[in-house]
Nanobody, 121 residues
């Protein structure tokens, strides 16, 4: 059993910053990648940023230059530093990870329950 728990969401004014954290716990053999998705009201869930086990990152064009993804491998934790926040960044942010639970097992997709980020204008 694997759990992803997000923290760090909240209400912030436009131009402000927030840092999201996501900790993976449970039966973890290897984490292939971790990342963040977001879903605004009435819209589809979209990828925000992802980081691989080797540290390669992908950041969506809509947040490039404002958001930074990083990780602490020893703590099975991924972070999303969000700067220069805009009202259109308002959404529920979900942690996602591809995790293998044992040697020789393929990675499986896991999701956190989400944390709400609200950016006021």
């Amino acid at each position: 059993q694997v759990q992803l728990v997000e923290s760090g969401g909240g209400l912030v004014q436009a131009g402000g910053s927030l840092r999201l954290s996501c900790v993976a716990s449970g039966s973890i053999f290897a984490i292939n990648y971790m990342g963040w998705y977001r879903q605004a009201a009435g819209k589809q869930r979209e990828l925000v940023a992802r980081i691989s086990s080797g540290g390669n990152t992908h950041v969506a064009d809509s947040v490039k230059g404002r958001f930074t993804i990083s990780k602490n491998t020893a703590k099975n934790t991924v972070y999303l530093q969000m700067n220069s926040l805009k009202p259109e960044d308002t959404a529920v942010y979900y942690c996602n990870a591809d995790i293998a639970t044992d040697f020789g097992y393929d990675g499986e997709d896991y999701w956190g329950k989400g944390t709400l980020v609200t950016v006021s204008s």
